[in-house]
């Protein structure tokens, strides 16, 4: 698979799961990930499923999404823009960025993920 179909599937795959059941997230994450949420760091799979628990129910509605081999040759950035529905509040707009390790031929977790809510649009 190109990296533009491994980044549209991840895409399609991570948002809907974190709509409907946050807990099959966890297989995408590995000890070693970070999550970088409104500036607020944690590191590993156990930290990052707490800190995405913590947010409640949401639901993502994605505007965009771009994607980049990045110099690993084993490696995928992604870049998503779209907006976020939290406990059914109004949407706010928000931007996240991952990069994508694969450990092995057609396997992806996720090495890096950044979120950031955009005020003020």
Same mark, same amino acid.
Not at 24 to 30: C, E, F
Not at 34 to 49: A, R, Y
Not at 109 to 118: E, G, P, S, T
């Given at each position: 698979?190109?990296?533009?179909?491994?980044?549209?599937?991840?895409?399609?795959?991570?948002?809907?799961?974190?709509?409907?059941?946050?807990?099959?997230?966890?297989?995408?994450?590995?000890?070693?990930?970070?999550?970088?949420?409104?500036? @607020?760091q944690?590191?590993?799979m156990?930290?990052?499923? @707490?800190?995405?628990?913590?947010?409640?129910?949401?639901?993502?509605?994605?505007?965009?999404?771009?994607?980049?081999?990045?110099?690993?040759?084993?490696?995928?950035?992604?870049?998503?823009?779209?907006?976020?529905?939290?406990?059914?509040?109004?949407p706010?707009?928000?931007?996240?960025?991952?990069?994508?390790?694969?450990?092995?031929?057609?396997?992806?977790?996720?090495? @890096?993920?950044?979120?950031?809510?955009?005020?003020?649009?």
């Amino acid at each position: 698979m190109s990296a533009e179909e491994v980044a549209k599937a991840f895409v399609q795959h991570f948002y809907q799961t974190f709509d409907s059941n946050i807990e099959g997230l966890a297989g995408l994450y590995s000890p070693n990930s970070m999550l970088t949420f409104e500036g @607020n760091q944690v590191g590993g799979m156990e930290q990052i499923m @707490n800190k995405l628990r913590g947010i409640g129910p949401v639901k993502h509605d994605i505007k965009s999404m771009d994607v980049q081999p990045s110099s690993d040759s084993n490696a995928i950035v992604i870049f998503v823009t779209g907006s976020i529905k939290i406990g059914g509040d109004n949407p706010l707009h928000f931007c996240e960025m991952f990069q994508l390790l694969s450990p092995g031929p057609g396997a992806y977790y996720v090495h @890096n993920d950044i979120f950031r809510l955009n005020y003020g649009l």
